[in-house]
């Protein structure tokens, strides 16, 4: 089915290893981001890509990586996960047109639990 | 910087009350504003948007205006229902000049009971 996709939508890893979300979206928007969602702080920007090879720090940035190689993937790395970095993390897009009025499509989240 | 404030949760009504949720902006110009839902278990999605002041959004029978003058962007339905129960984001956005870039507000717990 055409749409966004993350996985894994559940992981649980220790302090200290590397951890990757990945998302897939399969309608080739330019625009992808990463958001965490915490309590009390409503979601939080990480990365953001304006299309391949294209990325830049959101407002959350430290100890992520992302990557963005190919148009349809945009994963996000921990690379050394650390237990500030539990939360759910959320992938969006968006084309061109929308971009200009801000309309987001959201995956349904990636929870990680970091012990 | 630019930022979004809305009302303190949880919020618990009964089926068929009046909802209102209050969401104030501060930003330098003039963004496009959006409520978000999130329902159990799912990501976002978008429930109505408004791009210029004055301007209503409307969907599901929620309603919201843009009003520069109080810097708000309050979200209301008449009659809500079980279904509603829901996590609502209140959002604005530069679009071209930000790629399309989101801020949130820190979100609105909503239970409808029967």
């Known amino acids: 089915d055409a749409g966004i996709t993350q996985s894994p939508r559940y992981k649980i890893t220790e302090t200290g290893r590397q951890v990757t979300l990945m998302c897939h979206q399969t309608?080739?928007?330019?625009?992808m981001f990463w958001y965490r969602q915490d309590l009390g702080h409503g979601l939080r920007l990480i990365y953001y890509?304006?299309?391949?090879?294209?990325?830049d720090k959101g407002e959350v940035p430290d100890g992520y990586v992302v990557s963005r190689s190919k148009t349809e993937n945009f994963p996000l790395t921990l690379e050394s996960a650390t237990r500030s970095q539990t939360s759910v993390y959320f992938c969006?897009?968006?084309?061109?047109?929308?971009?200009?009025?801000?309309?987001?499509?959201f995956g349904e989240g990636s929870r990680l639990t970091v012990l | 910087g630019d930022s979004v404030t809305q009302m303190e949760g949880p919020v618990t009504l009964s089926e068929e009350a009046f909802l209102t949720i209050n969401c104030t902006y501060t930003?330098?110009?003039?963004?496009?504003l959006f409520w978000y839902v999130q329902y159990p278990g799912e990501g976002l999605q978008l429930l109505l948007k408004?791009?210029?002041?004055?301007d209503k959004g409307s969907n599901k029978g929620f309603e919201a205006t843009y009003r520069k003058e109080t810097t708000s962007f309050h979200l209301e339905k008449g009659s809500v229902q079980v279904s509603d129960s829901a996590v609502y984001f209140c959002a604005l956005s530069f679009g071209g000049t930000s790629y399309g870039k989101l801020t949130f507000g820190q979100g609105t717990i909503l239970t409808v009971h029967p």
């Open positions: 930003a330098t110009g003039y963004p496009s």
């Open positions: 890509s304006a299309a391949a090879d294209i990325t």
């Open positions: 408004a791009t210029k002041a004055d």
């Open positions: 969006a897009s968006t084309d061109r047109e929308r971009k200009h009025t801000g309309e987001l499509f």
């Open positions: 309608w080739s928007h330019s625009y």
